[in-house]
């Protein structure tokens, strides 16, 4: 199981920090991605990592502004967000698959989603 928290209401420019805590001795094996979906659009990638760390993707709207690391020692997968625009806001998902993928349509494992608005 999945567990993301750390989602709230923000101004323009603000940070966060979501968390994903995962459940069951086996997190390690997994790349771990963040996912969003904002009211009435698809959802979409925001950032994956391996399941060392050692590899981390982002999607272009996010790069250089999000951050996505892991705790494997805590089973927890993290994403730093800086510098927030109001097209950020949507509910933020976590997900888990054998090998890490921008396609959410791979991913077997998912969390509950957390929300982030953003004002402007």
């Known amino acids: 199981q999945l567990q993301a928290c750390g989602g709230g209401l923000v101004q323009a420019g603000g940070s966060l920090r979501l968390s994903c805590a995962a459940s069951?001795?086996?997190?390690?094996?997994?790349?771990m991605g963040w996912f969003r979906q904002a009211p009435e659009k698809e959802r979409e990638f925001v950032a994956a990592i391996s399941w060392s760390g050692g590899s981390t993707y982002y999607a272009d709207s996010v790069k250089g502004r999000f951050t996505i690391s892991r705790d494997n020692a805590k089973n927890t997968v993290y994403l730093r967000m800086n510098s927030l625009k109001p097209e950020d806001t949507a509910v933020y998902y976590c997900a888990a698959r054998l090998g890490a993928s921008t396609n959410p349509d791979r991913y077997a494992y998912w969390g509950q989603g957390t929300q982030v608005t953003v004002s402007s």
């Open positions: 069951g001795p086996t997190f390690s094996n997994y790349a």
